[in-house]
């Protein structure tokens, strides 16, 4: 565990990461922190924050932009533990490296342009009755920032993923604890935003790292005072936990879980007609990527029922059975996928489509296809639990009203897509209200798996996609998550924050009076 | 009641306005609702739901100055009716009503300007591996809000208030619980909104209005699944409850509460060298305005021990001995604050002070200031309760550091009051970290009870001051509280919402590949 600028080794109990291609442990162990060790991590995080949100922009850009060096620096030694730990190939995560370094470089510059401090200032109106006082606003961060690293982006959405980038960004101390699957990563990846802590000569307390239990760390770490937020990417179970927890404190807290979503998928009449077998082909290799280990993995299929879904139901069959299960990335996720599946396939008026080839390793993902009827759909509850992994259900509907029931019947969801043509705008138009209402993101004859990082993403949606839809995960707008508003009125200019100062010598944009301006 | 566009006399029970001046009830009585109203009031506000958020900016904005125009049609009767109903004075109300009316139209200026849709488009990289899509982002209403009415705002924060007014401006429909202290004044202000929802064409649903018990119209509205996010303005017990009930629902929604603050003043000793009675004066002034029933009031007043603080004590203590105590708004508020007084004199080491003139009327509150010294302070946690009403707390410091500490100590508040000279600059300096984690507002030289309606008004602060320290409750940036943010992915032109269509039609505000631009 890095605790500041110290290295530990815990003492409440030993862990070892698990190769999930042979099911055996990966040395060497490491050892998960105590209530104490938690505390330690906390209280540094309080005495850090004052100084490090009051860094300048340019101070907190380029703390960014060492940490994305720092995790480069490592070579191929992360991605090859990275690899050990997930099960996830090379390619993979080497890309998932390049996501994560450019995630960190977007929030430097997000940081350097300051548009995020909605800095705002109403002039003083003396001659008025009443008179008007001097009033400037800016944002500053909440204070520091519990992360629970996701399992399935071990760089990405972990130790420095982008709940940490986000929350740095906004003069935020973090405290992560590292998901227990990839602990070596985690640690490497711990001492290059360490190490980067002391090059850019910051307090030791904006950044810990905790390996630990559920129960004892991410129990303490939720409910201590000095934590004012919570970023967290996993189940909806361990998310709802959170939020009651969180709930629950003497100080209630924001918490932005990202959990459960099964990414409805519309593939409209005229958009069928035209093109059925080669959308379901498309279909099966974005719910294969990565053993369909994504948030925004298709997990569901609304169609027309007719020769349009016979032709792509069976392209979409003849791809699945082509495709290798993949090792999933713990012996926990393979189990919870072969329970779903099979919950799926026991549920009455479903119906197993194709499957992929059989596993063979220990947590091989046999990859699965079902189909259903709209009126078993819309009676059947448990056919909307997210199974993780590569497994989707395709819901026939009689009419295209059904569209829409089932667009209003969801709950809240990351995503939603719809395939088309001209002819079927209309249809789409009765759609797309509806959606807006479920989903973060909308997306038109593509398929949800990617998620751009930039400036324009929601990777976020209503409950229980998410626990706050006001917010988004993925993309520059993640930052004001982590920001509150503080209004100074008739402050003299000394005491003034340089943001605030007449003559606007940062440079930034600003609301003056209710207007708009950079000067 | 008024659900949609129709007017109701509710059959739960029968209620009456008190006088507080008299202690009798005034006619007529107003029936409150039932469970089945509430429900009707918030479906009806779900289907208002599509077309009201896709309603054009312009029309959005002359909806909110239909509405104050609405307001000042109703001319004396509203001003007459809200005096018996609030004990409040004219001159006060005709101020609120002016508050109320401007609100609006800051809002309609705000809907206008379109700053707040965050219009955000990334364009499409074809040629990138993997190439980025095109990617447009908006904000939208979060559905239908329940806003419960204030006490102490009759008009300003109640049924045309601020919540309703910034909820209206986002896109989302309202549904009013009108406080039981002032259910005529609700009424008529009620039925301007409802008149200005059929002049304008909108959908009936887009304003309800309900009398009725917390028990069944309050719990009924906050759990409704078709609400999806909560204002309120009041105490502390009331807001946690909604809290408590908002989390707990299926989907867990949004609720900002306004409760409780006691708003402390720190006197630097350079400036009460340089004015202390002027400013013991001035402060009783503050304390006293509106029988002292802001949520600004400055209940808590540190200084250093010593002759300035004597002259301070001497000065306010005149002043308060000179005022009259106000009729306070409601019997309960009365009894609560008059205990309140009594718990802070029976409270080991705090001594009375002062007291104002004694009450003639069944609801007069007498003025109260009390004194102890930091110690005592921070050692009583039941010493920083909010007595709401014209009452406050004097802590005697032994030495600088104690001004520190007591700033460490207190729970998050709305505002906090520095008064200060420019010897005081380094003293302050300190301070300032201490206060910007701790309130909304940062004053100098002033008092808090005047909160400007405009850009850079922070009305929030942390908990228990209100449940979500990132958002204000008065001024332009309370309609960023309603909104969530939706992406389109590769969407064709015509299905695209206007703001985000290329060319730019409306002539916003937007950030194009990271540059803020209107074009």
């Known amino acids: ?65 060492q940490i994305a060096t720092n995790i480069l620096e490592i070579g191929h030694a992360l991605i090859e533990r990275a690899m050990q730990e997930s099960g996830l190939p090379q390619a993979r995560l080497e890309g998932e490296r390049g996501r994560t370094v450019g995630q960190l470089r977007l929030f430097a510059k997000v940081v350097r342009d300051g548009r995020f401090l909605d800095a705002t200032l109403d002039s003083a109106l003396p001659e008025r009755a009443p008179p008007r006082p001097d009033l400037r606003l800016r944002k500053i961060g909440l204070g520091p920032v519990a992360v629970f690293g996701a399992s399935n982006f071990p760089l990405a959405f972990s130790v420095a993923g982008g709940d940490t980038a986000s929350a740095l960004a906004s003069g935020c101390p973090v405290v992560v604890k590292a998901h227990s699957a990839h602990p070596g990563t985690s640690e490497l990846v711990g001492k290059a935003i360490q190490a980067a802590v002391a090059t850019c000569g910051l307090h030791e307390g904006v950044f810990s790292l905790l390996f630990g239990d559920g129960n004892i760390v991410g129990q303490t770490l939720v409910s201590h005072p000095s934590i004012k937020a919570v970023g967290f990417t996993g189940s909806r179970q361990g998310g709802v936990a959170l939020m009651r927890a969180a709930a629950q404190r003497k100080e209630p807290i924001p918490v932005y879980a990202e959990m459960s979503s099964i990414n409805p998928m519309f593939l409209l009449p005229d958009a069928m007609a035209n093109g059925a077998r080669k959308i379901g082909a498309a279909f099966i290799d974005s719910l294969t990527m990565g053993a369909g280990q994504f948030c925004t993995n298709p997990g569901l299929v609304i169609a027309m029922e007719g020769g349009d879904l016979t032709a792509f139901s069976e392209a979409a069959g003849e791809a699945l059975q082509a495709k290798v299960a993949a090792t999933m990335l713990t012996p926990g996720i393979h189990a919870a996928y072969t329970k779903g599946v099979e919950q799926l396939a026991a549920t009455a008026g479903v119906r197993l489509l194709a499957r992929g080839q059989v596993a063979t390793g220990p947590c091989g993902g046999q990859a699965t296809l079902f ?63 509806a959606l807006e209402r479920k989903v973060g993101r909308i997306l038109v004859n593509g398929f949800p798996t990617g998620v751009e990082v930039s400036h324009a993403m929601v990777h976020g949606g209503p409950f229980p996609a998410t626990s706050d839809s006001r917010s988004t995960s993925v993309g520059a707008a993640a930052i004001d998550r982590f920001l509150r508003p503080v209004s100074y009125q008739d402050i003299p200019a000394d005491l003034l924050p340089a943001s605030l100062q007449d003559g606007n010598p940062l440079g930034l944009w600003r609301v003056i009076n209710g207007d708009l301006v950079q000067a």
């Open 371 to 433: 189909i259903t009827d709209a009126a078993t759909f819309l009676a059947t509850p448990s056919l909307e639990d997210e199974v993780f992994g590569a497994c989707s259900l395709i819901v026939s509907c009689n009419n295209i009203a059904q569209f829409r029931q089932v667009a209003e019947h969801v709950a809240g969801q990351l995503t939603a897509t719809l395939f088309l043509t001209a002819a079927d705008h209309a249809a789409a138009k009765q759609l797309l209200p």
């Open 1 to 65: 565990m890095l605790i500041g600028k110290t290295a530990h080794f815990g003492t409440e109990r030993q862990l070892h990461a698990i190769d999930p291609s042979s099911g055996l442990p990966i040395e060497p162990p490491f050892g998960t922190g105590t209530t104490a060790d938690t505390d330690t991590a906390c209280t540094l995080a309080q005495q850090a924050f004052d100084s490090y949100r009051e860094t300048t922009l340019e101070q907190r850009a380029q703390f960014l932009e």
